[in-house]
């Protein structure tokens, strides 16, 4: 057998997936694009996407922002919403149907700009962290089968966000390459088979095998060489360079008052965050974060307040959203409570400022 890894050697009997994470679900990063399908599918099932949206600190106009990133933990939890609520367990491969290149930014416009099938998942592979700290792929060649695995380590991760992924993959793949039939000879997924398959049959077209050691594609190996259309390789090396540069900014170190804003995001709207809770999750004493806070010229309420203050602005500019609601959502139990700390944010009350906001826009 001839295997060939871009990743990591392929190893049947381990899962490759778990062997470099170093990312937690708090600390996993992910652009606020690859949420937009999502909101279209959730739309479409009849689900207030506005405040689920709100309960993760975002507004729709969030959504076109490419370098707005939120917690891996928030996206689970939207998501894990989502399913219950609609009780639509195909939703990520819903989403999948309504994700457009630009969803996917840097990453599929760099793709896009090799010449072959191949050269565009390994391009795809390299700079995957721009749209997911913690999201892993791995391309093994073993004599004429081409293997694309995907997963997220040992993150939470809900059945819909990897049928999700295996769906984009085959999807970028039948646009990048203009072959519209274009399809896998084989599908797997880690998960049970779910009652019913249709949806997967009408996006994958290929026989389908549940409870799998990986979340892949099997492509015949042929498959890696098809042309792309419209390739170009001088727009190819300008691109890359734009997505090193942001690689490298992502790979800066998160201070402590940044790794608190984080949790205050994550927990703001679950109504049991605490000092005492949030210095758990970082795994120190209350007096020992508020000691290394107070050093750095922080602290926890002073964090907890400008978060406050960063989602009710975005949440007032979505007009689908109650003044009522917004306050609830930050945790506030009274209205008087949000309106006396919006004046002391902005000067002005909510209901100025969202009126000034929607005359701007009309």
Same mark, same amino acid.
């Given at each position: 057998?001839?295997?060939?890894?871009?990743?990591?050697?392929?190893?049947?009997?381990?899962?490759?997936?778990?062997?470099?994470?170093?990312?937690?679900?708090?600390?996993?990063?992910?652009?606020?694009?690859?949420?937009?399908?999502?909101?279209?599918?959730?739309?479409?099932?009849?689900?207030?996407?506005?405040?689920?949206?709100?309960?993760?600190?975002?507004?729709?106009?969030?959504?076109?922002?490419?370098?707005l990133r939120v917690s891996h933990a928030l996206v689970d939890r939207m998501l894990r919403g989502a399913l219950a609520q609609s009780g639509e367990r195909d939703l990520g491969l819903l989403a999948a149907e309504h994700l457009q290149p630009d969803h996917l930014d840097i990453v599929e416009y760099t793709a896009r700009a090799q010449s072959t099938l191949r050269g565009a998942i390994e391009h795809s592979i390299r700079y995957y962290a721009l749209l997911h700290d913690g999201f892993e792929a791995d391309l093994q060649i073993m004599d004429d089968r081409a293997v694309l695995s995907v997963g997220f380590g040992s993150l939470p991760v809900a059945e819909c966000s990897l049928e999700f992924v295996l769906a984009v993959h085959l999807m970028a793949a039948r646009r990048?390459?203009?072959?519209?039939? $274009?399809?896998?000879?084989?599908? !797997?997924?880690?998960?049970?088979? %779910?009652? @019913?398959? &249709?949806?997967?049959?009408?996006?994958?077209?290929?026989? $389908?095998?549940?409870?799998?050691? !990986?979340?892949?594609?099997?492509? %015949?190996? @042929?498959? &890696?060489?098809?042309?792309?259309?419209?390739a170009d390789v001088g727009l190819?090396?300008?691109?890359?360079?734009?997505?090193?540069d942001a690689l490298q900014k992502l790979g800066r170190s998160t201070s402590l008052p940044e790794r608190v804003r984080e949790i205050v995001r994550q927990d703001l709207t679950s109504g049991k965050l605490t000092a005492d809770s949030l210095a758990r999750r970082l795994?120190?004493?209350?007096?020992?974060l508020h000691r290394r806070l107070v050093a750095q010229s922080s602290s926890y309420r002073a964090i907890l307040d400008d978060v406050r203050r960063e989602i009710a602005l975005r949440c007032l500019r979505d007009p689908q959203l109650s003044i009522r609601?917004?306050?609830?959502?930050?945790?506030?139990?009274?209205?008087?409570?949000f309106h006396r700390a919006f004046r002391r944010w902005t000067g002005t009350t909510a209901a100025s400022f969202r009126g000034e906001f929607l005359r701007g826009r009309s």
């Open positions: 057998m001839n295997s060939v890894s871009i990743a990591t050697e392929w190893r049947p009997e381990s899962n490759f997936l778990e062997e470099s994470q170093s990312f937690t679900a708090s600390t996993a990063r992910v652009s606020v694009k690859l949420l937009a399908p999502f909101v279209v599918a959730a739309q479409e099932l009849g689900l207030r996407v506005d405040v689920g949206l709100a309960g993760v600190g975002l507004s729709r106009s969030d959504l076109e922002n490419p370098d990048m390459t203009g072959l519209q039939a $274009l399809a896998p000879i084989e599908t !797997h997924f880690t998960h049970p088979r %779910p009652k @019913s398959t &249709l949806v997967h049959q009408r996006i994958f077209r290929s026989p $389908l095998h549940f409870g799998q050691p !990986h979340n892949a594609l099997v492509y %015949p190996r @042929s498959v &890696l060489d098809a042309p792309l259309v419209a190819a090396r300008v691109l890359e360079r734009h997505a090193t795994g120190m004493s209350s007096r020992t609601e917004v306050g609830y959502l930050l945790g506030f139990t009274t209205g008087p409570a």
